[in-house]
């Protein structure tokens, strides 16, 4: 089982660059497809969601598109 950590993990590791939208993208695909897998929490799921919201806008507004 993939624990919420895990997620994080990947979430952090990620590299940035020129396709980050679409990183993004899939990093949300994959903690919604887990969520209603039942592998993780709503709980983590809403945690994972607003932390790359975050690392989005954060970059969005750095110019970082």
Not at 9 to 38: C, H, P, Q
Not at 43 to 55: A, G, Q, S
Request: hydrophobic residues 35%.
């Amino acid at each position: 089982m993939v624990t919420g950590n895990t997620v994080a993990l990947v979430l952090k590791t990620m590299r940035f660059d020129s396709s980050l939208a679409t990183k993004i993208t899939d990093m949300r695909r994959l903690i919604y497809d887990m969520y209603y897998a039942e592998e993780i929490s709503s709980d983590v799921c809403i945690k994972l969601i607003e932390k790359l919201n975050k690392v989005s806008e954060k970059r969005r507004k750095r110019g970082g598109y």
